[in-house]
């Protein structure tokens, strides 16, 4: 009998610099999601939304209450620019989603995971895809913001370090600004090789 429902969701697949950042959230079967949406709901029913439909003070709100419930378990898992370069931005996603729900510390018979499309874990655990699951399922919309909160502060931490590529801004991706300092300075080490020469290669700007 399933006890417990996790959710998988991944952040930055497409940015040109920082990890790929994936997150996994566990809770049991009869969690009331709606009683967290509700935090930032100020009339009508509570609606699912995924990480990036919120703005930035409502991911905070959520992912302070949501790594405090005594209800949950969370994890996430970050695969820097090196290893994406290497395997790849699909592998890379997958290998974080491997050692995100390792964290969780629960045995696959007692979950059923759920996971943003594009995303698988080990065959040992009995799981789902859902296009757009991050819109429609809540633990997969928990994940993402678990996720995408801790990777926007890697990256605001990482500005500090690299302040010509403006990370507090774009958080990696690929903004104007961005691009024309990669064009200007080159690659740091936080950027993706591959994307980046691909970028340059096609002479967007």
Known sequence: MTEYIIGIDEV?????AGPVGVGAVLYPTDFPWRDVFMLITKKGTPKLKDSKQ???QQRDTLFEHLIAHDRLRHAVAFVDAKSIDRISIVNAANEGAAVA???LGIRPSRARVMLDAGLRVPSKWFQQSFVRGDE???AISFASIIAKVMRDRYMEDAAKKYPSYFFEQNKGYSTLAHRKAIAQ??????HRATFCTRLLASGAN
Request: charged letters at 20%; one cysteine or more.
């Open 101 to 103: 729900i390792a964290e």
């Open 54 to 56: 919120l703005t930035a």
């Open 185 to 190: 300075r080159g690659m740091c080490e936080l």
């Open 136 to 138: 429609t399922i809540p």
């Open 12 to 16: 930055g697949r497409g940015a040109l």
